[in-house]
């Protein structure tokens, strides 16, 4: 067993490098690299790396580490990134192109505060700002999960079932440089999980083609529709390859939703990331009280798994989401799509909270405010913000 003491990027960087040493039969793996707080650890793990058959290339901006991906890809090699905030915000042109050219690219997402004003503390904006992009997201809670997910990441973006990027996220600092002990995959492992990087429509020079040329509206329809069936295969792909994962490295990997105490529940509370973690002590904690509490963690935000939530919610009747993040004039994302997805499938009171936004510390008082407050409502209304110094 590979148990070591290290940091949520560092668990990011060491399965990103693994993945891109399996791939040294096939056509390599390239990594476009640009530092910004707080993902830079990765990629500065990656570089240090003596690849087989790979590249690590250096560029001067963020919207060029994506380009640089996306010129490997199309040569078919296994290609990743990573980026955070205003950095992902400047790549946003090339985080599009990606996933309508069908790239199996992976890019971990530390996620952090957008500025101005400027902020290097997690809120998850960043990342949730590409919801429609056609990228694969999936939040992490544990610096395990996120060694774990990343090469889950691989082997699900490259299936030709799928053939779509993937982000894997993780809160900034609170994950990405807090040290945890792990059980990090060997490359023999890596080398049995991930198969050769296939791309089928990458680049042939003895068959040129114009790529990403005009289009008339029936081939962009047609495009679109091709891309929502990807995204719709994702739930059962992931997990056929979550089954594959435990066969080969002893462990379950998290799939899509994770319930916890859920089956006798009267109310369920929702939350994704690190503050899944405290939620899930919270409801111990009220359920030593006799309180019939349960909680439902979101990994995979996009595609979401609507009907996954829907069986998870059957009669329910109070439903609290927990956002650490924010759309202007609106509320929290993941409360939005909760709402959104349960719309027609029961009498449920949905409840928003703004909690942790900017980074604020989300500690148990916090979410016991929260449980708290669900537990005597009888209506909805606006999401309800906390942290904020009266």
């Given at each position: 067993m590979n148990m070591q003491l290290v940091t949520g990027n560092h668990a990011a960087g060491h399965s990103m490098s693994l993945?891109?040493?399996?791939?040294?039969?096939?056509?390599?793996?390239?990594?476009?690299i640009y530092p910004i707080t707080p993902q830079t650890e990765i990629v500065e793990?990656?570089?240090?790396?003596?690849?087989s058959k790979g590249k690590v290339i250096p560029v001067e901006s963020e919207h060029s580490a994506m380009g640089v991906c996306i010129g490997?890809?199309?040569?078919?090699?296994?290609?990743?990134?990573?980026?955070?905030?205003?950095?992902l915000a400047y790549m946003a042109e090339n985080v599009m192109v990606a996933a309508f050219y069908r790239l199996p690219i992976v890019m971990a997402a530390v996620n952090r505060t957008l500025g101005p004003p400027w902020n290097i503390w997690a809120d998850q904006g960043d990342s949730l700002m590409f919801r429609?992009?056609?990228?694969?997201?999936?939040?992490?809670?544990?610096?395990?999960?996120?060694?774990?997910?990343?090469?889950?990441?691989?082997?699900?973006?490259?299936?030709?079932?799928?053939?779509?990027?993937?982000?894997?996220?993780?809160d900034a600092f609170i994950t990405s440089h807090t040290s945890m002990e792990i059980e990090l995959a060997t490359q023999d492992q890596v080398d049995r999980f991930l198969p050769d990087c296939k791309i089928?429509?990458?680049?042939?020079?003895?068959?040129?083609?114009?790529?990403?040329?005009?289009?008339?509206?029936?081939?962009?329809?047609?495009?679109?529709?091709?891309?929502?069936?990807?995204?719709?295969?994702?739930?059962?792909?992931?997990?056929?390859?979550r089954a594959r994962f435990r066969d080969i490295f002893g462990r379950e990997v998290s799939g899509a939703l994770t319930a916890y105490r859920t089956d006798d529940a009267d109310r369920i509370y929702i939350a994704s990331g690190t503050i899944s973690i405290t939620l899930r002590d919270i409801v111990d904690e009220w359920r030593a009280?006799?309180?019939?509490?349960?909680?439902?963690?979101?990994?995979?935000?996009?595609?979401?798994?609507?009907?996954?939530?829907?069986?998870?919610c059957r009669g329910v009747s109070r439903l609290g989401v927990l956002d650490r993040n924010y759309s202007a004039g609106t509320g929290g994302i993941f409360w939005q799509e909760v709402r959104a997805q349960l719309q027609g499938q029961g009498d449920h009171l949905v409840q928003g909270y703004l909690v942790g936004v900017g980074g604020g510390d989300v500690v148990p008082e916090t979410i016991r405010e929260v449980v708290a407050d669900l537990g005597k409502r009888n209506r909805a209304e606006a999401p309800i913000w906390k942290g904020i110094e009266q």
């Open positions: 993945a891109a040493e399996a791939n040294r039969n096939a056509r390599g793996s390239v990594c476009g793990f990656v570089a240090r790396q003596p690849f490997a890809a199309m040569n078919g090699a296994r290609s990743f990134t990573a980026s955070s905030s205003n950095g429609d992009f056609a990228w694969v997201q999936l939040y992490c809670d544990t610096n395990q999960d996120v060694a774990d997910t990343t090469l889950l990441a691989f082997r699900l973006a490259e299936d030709p079932r799928v053939m779509l990027p993937v982000m894997v996220c993780m089928p429509h990458r680049l042939d020079p003895s068959h040129p083609v114009t790529v990403g040329g005009m289009t008339m509206p029936q081939e962009t329809l047609t495009h679109r529709t091709d891309l929502d069936a990807a995204m719709r295969s994702v739930p059962a792909v992931l997990d056929e390859h009280k006799g309180e019939k509490v349960g909680m439902i963690r979101v990994k995979q935000f996009r595609p979401f798994p609507a009907e996954q939530l829907a069986e998870l």
